[in-house]
């Protein structure tokens, strides 16, 4: 069984932080779940464009708001707290946290990622990186 806190992820190679986001990764690929958990903090007033070419992505707001952009559509989706997105069709999209809120929301990712990943050109994660 494996149990783990945030308080002892943040501050290791686990917790990966950028100008937009803050991924606190609690179960990784070596945990070998299939899939990896994330508590991630979007900045306020990020704005970011993310395409998970080779990853589905399930995203729990649990707490600000904000909204996602579906680039094959136009639709925009409001966010905010107890609201759940799934990538299903590895949709290219943007997430905006709104100004004067971050937004925190727990990631599950499948395949798992494998600890360091941030994103490449395209906003994707590679394949097994680690
Ligand atoms: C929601 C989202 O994709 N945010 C970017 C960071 C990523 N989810 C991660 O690695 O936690």
């Known amino acids: 069984m494996l149990v783990r806190k945030l308080e002892d992820i943040k501050g290791t ?3 990966v932080d950028t100008d937009g986001w803050n991924s606190r990764r609690l179960i990784l690929k070596k945990d070998n779940m299939g899939y990896s958990v994330h508590d991630t903090i979007i900045k306020e007033g990020a704005e970011l464009h ?3 070419k ?8 649990t707490e600000g708001k904000g909204e996602i ?17 799934a990538l299903d069709q590895h949709d ?4 905006r946290a709104n100004k004067g809120t971050h937004m925190r929301m ?3 990712f499948n395949p798992p990622v494998t600890g360091r990943e941030v ?7 590679g394949l097994d990186e680690g």
């Open 69 to 85: 952009e579906d680039l094959k559509t136009g639709e925009i989706h409001q966010l905010e707290k107890d609201t759940i997105y």
């Open 50 to 52: 993310m395409w998970y």
């Open 92 to 95: 290219k999209h943007i997430l």
């Open 106 to 108: 727990v990631c599950v």
């Open 54 to 61: 080779n990853h589905l992505e399930a995203v729990y707001l």
């Open 13 to 15: 190679e686990n917790d």
């Open 119 to 125: 994103h490449d050109e395209d906003g994707a994660y």
